[in-house]
């Protein structure tokens, strides 16, 4: 059995493309194309592709989006805050996926998990609003018990479990209690019905355990690949990544007969 060809039912990974864009949008050039990085991505064994349109379009712009929807061999899983803005595009695109993220205009990166539970008729209108156009809904949350649930009142098939905290723990200890945290909400996700991904801070050397989860079915992860593949070229990064989630996630599998 390949590791680059794992049977159906193992953990897919999206290739998220955002900073492929950032570093043409550097220097005000055409180049590196995101649209080129996305099919090469495919090519290597990238299940979807990620994308994430900012409202200060700081990377990804709209004609990216326009452009790479019909060109994908996969699954498109755009990325977009909840705003009337941002919907009205999603809905004109139609990818097979969208994912309602937070977003803060300061911020970096996005900082925390969607806040589904505090705002849950919004989020539910939303996910309606989406699913009418035919496109499946993720919202990205915190590993939380509350805001599980409340994605699952809001009627979204799929949750997107915030890594962060995990990947930048402190130390040993703190890592450890925030994998529990997400195993603990994996396996409450997936008890409900809900497809469970997860992402963000997630790189070569962490992403195993997480792959590891027989709960979560999908990983996104861009940045960590984008820097790797300055040393090892763009097809060999994706290719590494997918072989060591699928690795991880046999050995698991291995380990426990039966699961």
């Not at 794992?6 to 570093?23: E, F, K, R, S, Y």
Request: net charge negative.
């Amino acid at each position: 059995m390949s590791f680059l060809s794992p049977p159906a039912g193992n953990l897919d990974l999206g290739v998220n493309i955002d900073h492929v864009a950032t570093l043409r949008n550097a220097r005000g050039v055409a180049y590196p194309d995101p649209l080129q990085a996305a099919l090469a991505a495919e090519a290597a064994g990238a299940d979807a592709i990620t994308l994430h349109l900012r409202e200060d379009r700081r990377h990804i712009r709209d004609a990216d989006v326009h452009a790479l929807r019909p060109l994908l061999h996969t699954r498109m899983n755009l990325e977009c805050a909840l705003t009337p803005e941002m919907l009205a595009i999603a809905c004109t695109v139609r990818p097979q996926d969208v994912c309602l993220v937070p977003e803060k205009r300061q911020e970096l990166t996005t900082e925390g998990g969607l806040e589904v539970a505090g705002q849950l008729n919004q989020v539910k209108t939303t996910c309606s609003q989406l699913a009418g156009a035919g496109i499946r809904v993720s919202l990205f949350i915190d590993p939380d018990p509350a805001q599980i649930h409340a994605a699952r009142e809001a009627l979204a098939p799929v949750i997107e479990l915030h890594t962060g905290r995990y990947a930048s723990a402190c130390n040993e200890a703190e890592r450890q209690q925030e994998l529990e945290r997400i195993a603990r909400a994996a396996e409450l996700g997936a008890s409900l019905g809900l497809k469970v991904n997860a992402g963000h801070g997630l790189h070569y050397s962490n992403v195993q355990p997480i792959a590891a989860l027989q709960d979560i079915t999908e990983l996104n992860i861009g940045h960590a690949i984008v820097a790797h593949a300055l040393f090892v070229g763009w097809e060999n990064a994706v290719r590494e990544m997918k072989a060591l989630m699928v690795a991880a996630r046999l050995a698991a599998s291995t380990s426990f007969p039966g699961v």
